[in-house]
Each structure stands twice: as C-alpha cells, then as structure tokens.
C-alpha cells in the first residue's frame, strides 16, 4: 500500500512538473484575460423568472456584452470583438455579463419562465468568452435533445484555469468558484422553485461541483470525463441529490492520477476519481468519444444525460 502511494505521488509531481514547464510558453501567447472590458452594472438577483422579469434582465447583459465589444474593437482586439458581436445578437438570452479576466458569462437555452427540468452546464478548463462556442454548442445540442418544458443554462461563472497549467491541476479556482455556483443555483432556485434543476459539470467543472455540493437543492449532479470532484468520495458532496458519473471509452482523463496529494503551500490532485466503485456515484453509460465528446451529436453520453436531466426515467441511464 505504501509502495502505491509513493507511486502515484511521483506520477502526480511528474504531471506537475511536465504541465508547469508547458504552460509557461503557452500562457504567454494565449492570454485572454489580457483584453480589456468594463466593469458591469449591479444587477439584482432574479426575483422571479416571470417574462418581464426575464426582459429585462436579458436587455440589461446584451448592454453590458454591446459595451464590452466596443471596448475590445476600441483596443484592436478583433477577434475578441467579433465573438461578442455573435453574443450580442437580440435573439440571444443572458442573465449576466462580465467580459473581465477571459469572461463570464450565464446563457439561457430555452424558456427559462416555462421550463419544467432546468440543466445548469459548469464547464472545465480553457474555456473562456475567446472559446465560449464549446460551452455553447453542446448546450445546444442537449436543448434539442431535452425538447419542449427545458431550459438549459451555460453557466461560465468563474474564469476557467488554462487547459494546461498548473491551476488545472489544483483546487483553487475551483474552491473560488464554488460559492459563485451555489448563489446561482440559490437564484435560480429562489425564481423557479417548482422546477427540476440538475448540474452537469465537465472536466475541471466537475470539482467546482463537488465543492459547491453541500446544501444545493438540485435533483442530480452528473460529472463526466471528471480528473476529480475536489472531495474524497460522493458522500463527502452533503448532498441529497443523486450524484451520476462517467467517462468515455478514449477519454484520455482516465490516465490523470485521480488523488490529492497537500504539498507545501498547494494541493496538487482533484481527489479520487469519480467513476470508481469507491467514490460512491451511480455510473451512466458514456460509450465511446474523447474528452470533449459528452455532448456530441448522437452520441451515448448525450443520450444518457438527457434521460437523466429528464427524470425519474433516467435510473437506467
């Protein structure tokens, strides 16, 4: 036993070492949280998810995503511009806007103030408002899969560690991050407290989940290609809701040392891995596909969380 565990904490500082000496030169190319954008307005929290509430809220972020734009083109950053152009289109829904530090954003998909089942998407790393189009997309395609009585909301709430650094392999953004989705889910649950609400947490998502867990009226938690959720196992999340696991058949997360090792003045690791017998969470079928394939058209895994953000009838997912 002693033997393993000194294994997978050289595996660990390895994975540590070999990911600080990459993100380095990356990081410095690739800064979005280097494009300037204004400070937004207070916005209330949502009393009631009624459509004039609902207005008035979307009108309020597509001014501050129409400010952040000028802002970006004002300072030559073009491509930044352009993709908020996109989000400021008026057939779009936001409930809130901050394109500071890469950006954060919360989009709706669906009728917010007619939805029966409402599913919250917490993403993982390298996504930011440059990258949004992932998040987005696969919302996209779960909406459509939901059908009619649904809603899904992509939740960029925080500002996502780069995909390959050395915050990715940490808790602390995701320790940051996980009052931020408890006050929303509170929100929304405050404004629609009859619907079913579910989180689906991607990746690094899946931590900011797990630590956001305790105390969230939510029906489900469902983490896929998860390196960790931040805690030891399921019931470590104080949660009543069902929590749901699992990864795709060439995910390469499954290669991630799944432990958390304390070091001096970090913890390196997300904790046990998710899909494992001891982390406690039931398991859905995820099929084949990579990391960024849980939502792809078509594919199991979109399937399985569409039948558990459905209901009671996802138990055989």
Do not use: N
């Amino acid at each position: 036993m002693a033997t393993r565990r000194r294994g997978s904490l050289r595996r660990v500082l390895l994975t540590t070492l070999v990911t600080a000496s990459v993100a380095g030169p990356i990081s410095g190319v690739t800064r979005p949280g280097a494009v300037p954008a204004p400070a937004p307005a207070f916005v209330a929290p949502l009393a009631a998810a009624t459509p004039s509430e609902l207005a008035r809220r979307y009108a309020s972020a597509r001014a501050e995503i129409l400010a952040a734009e000028r802002t970006a083109a004002r300072h030559g950053h073009r491509w930044r511009a352009a993709r908020l152009r996109e989000m400021a289109d008026p057939a779009r829904r936001f409930l809130a806007f901050d394109g500071r530090d890469g950006g954060r954003t919360v989009e709706v998909l669906g009728d917010l103030a007619a939805a029966e089942r409402i599913a919250v998407m917490v993403p993982g790393a390298g996504v930011d408002l440059d990258k949004y189009g992932m998040l987005r997309g696969g919302s996209l395609r779960l909406h459509d899969a939901l059908g009619d009585r649904s809603a899904v909301v992509a939740w960029l709430g925080y500002p996502t560690p780069s995909s390959v650094s050395l915050q990715a392999v940490t808790p602390h953004r995701a320790a940051e991050a996980a009052p931020r989705l408890r006050a929303f889910v509170r929100e929304l649950r405050a404004a629609r407290p009859d619907a079913r609400i579910t989180l689906l947490c991607h990746s690094y998502g899946s931590a900011v989940c797990g630590l956001a867990a305790p105390g969230l009226d939510v029906a489900g938690i469902v983490l896929s290609g998860s390196p960790g959720a931040g805690v030891p196992d399921a019931a470590a999340m104080r949660t009543p809701a069902t929590v749901w696991a699992g990864r795709t058949a060439g995910d390469w997360v499954a290669g991630v040392p799944h432990v958390s090792v304390a070091l001096p003045f970090v913890t390196v690791g997300l904790g046990a891995d998710p899909v494992s017998p001891r982390f406690g969470a039931r398991i859905f079928a995820a099929g084949g596909g990579g990391h960024s394939d849980y939502l792809a058209s078509g594919s199991k895994a979109l399937e399985s969380i569409a039948r558990i953000v459905s209901g009671p009838a996802g138990a055989d997912a």
